[in-house]
């Protein structure tokens, strides 16, 4: 079981969409680079110049794509039905998850959170299969926390361990928390009106949205640490002015004498 989990057949690169005709990797000004199996998502970026982006978010692509697939694989080897099948439709597999991880993007405005998972194939990738473009756009205004849970422990029994960052946006109108059911079980994602995993800096994401907040409730952008304000100046300066002065005149009394 084990080694199904972790081996799959060796895979070309013949699904490309929008890249070049050799299948040289395209330039990151363009979008993100060609991951090295089969994929058929667009990979230029989704952004248009009305949603002001002011930061975009990297993920880590290719740890995020094995451990997806790696836990689809392995969830369907705990099945013997699906186990017979496996290398059949592993190739399968493996591309909808690296088309399911290259599709997804998020960026902030000073305004909102936009998640964008382009359009992408599922299933034996075929057309009917096809699944359409999500755009979420979250206000910032709206948000109530962002919640960031580590990894630990494993997906699929003991054989994939979980490696990704979840990142939560909670709102008020989504609850603002997880909360549970009628038997106290919590329920997964409830109060979160946006989830990704595999975020390449979730803390980086997380305080960057608790900040623009911070700026959109003061109505103006909040001032850096270390940043001297021009008011203090003055007021040392003028300070040590008369503390000079002061000095001098002792002096010139001394003289006097």
């Given at each position: ?133 999500v755009q979420k756009v979250i206000p910032i205004a709206n948000v109530q926390d962002v919640m960031v849970t580590g990894p630990a422990g494993t997906a699929v029994c003991c054989f994939v361990p979980n490696v990704l960052h979840t990142v939560e946006v909670q709102t008020a109108a989504a609850g603002g928390q997880t909360g549970g059911d009628a038997n106290g079980r919590k329920k997964k994602n409830q109060g979160a009106i946006g989830t990704v995993m595999g975020l390449a800096d979730p803390k980086r994401f997380r305080d ?50």
């Amino acid at each position: 079981l084990k080694s199904v989990c972790s081996k799959g057949p060796p895979m070309i690169s013949m699904e490309v969409a929008n890249g070049s005709p050799n299948g040289s990797p395209r330039s990151a000004l363009m979008g993100r680079t060609q991951p090295r199996t089969a994929y058929s998502v667009d990979l230029s970026v989704p952004w248009e110049q009305s949603d002001e982006i002011i930061e975009e978010f990297e993920f880590d692509l290719e740890l995020a794509a094995h451990f997806f697939t790696h836990r689809e694989a392995c969830g369907r080897a705990m099945h013997p039905a699906t186990l017979i099948t496996l290398p059949c439709f592993y190739h399968c597999i493996q591309a909808n998850n690296v088309d399911y991880v290259y599709s997804t993007w998020v960026a902030v405005s000073r305004e909102n959170i936009y998640i964008i998972r382009k359009r992408r194939k599922t299933g034996l990738r075929c057309y009917c299969c096809d699944q359409g473009e999500v755009q979420k756009v979250i206000p910032i205004a709206n948000v109530q926390d962002v919640m960031v849970t580590g990894p630990a422990g494993t997906a699929v029994c003991c054989f994939v361990p979980n490696v990704l960052h979840t990142v939560e946006v909670q709102t008020a109108a989504a609850g603002g928390q997880t909360g549970g059911d009628a038997n106290g079980r919590k329920k997964k994602n409830q109060g979160a009106i946006g989830t990704v995993m595999g975020l390449a800096d979730p803390k980086r994401f997380r305080d960057t949205v608790m900040r623009l907040k911070r700026e959109l409730l003061s109505g103006e952008p909040a001032p850096a640490a270390t940043a001297p304000q021009p008011q203090v100046m003055m007021q040392d300066v003028t300070q040590t002015q008369v503390e000079m002065l002061e000095v001098m005149n002792r002096l010139a009394a001394k003289l006097a004498q």
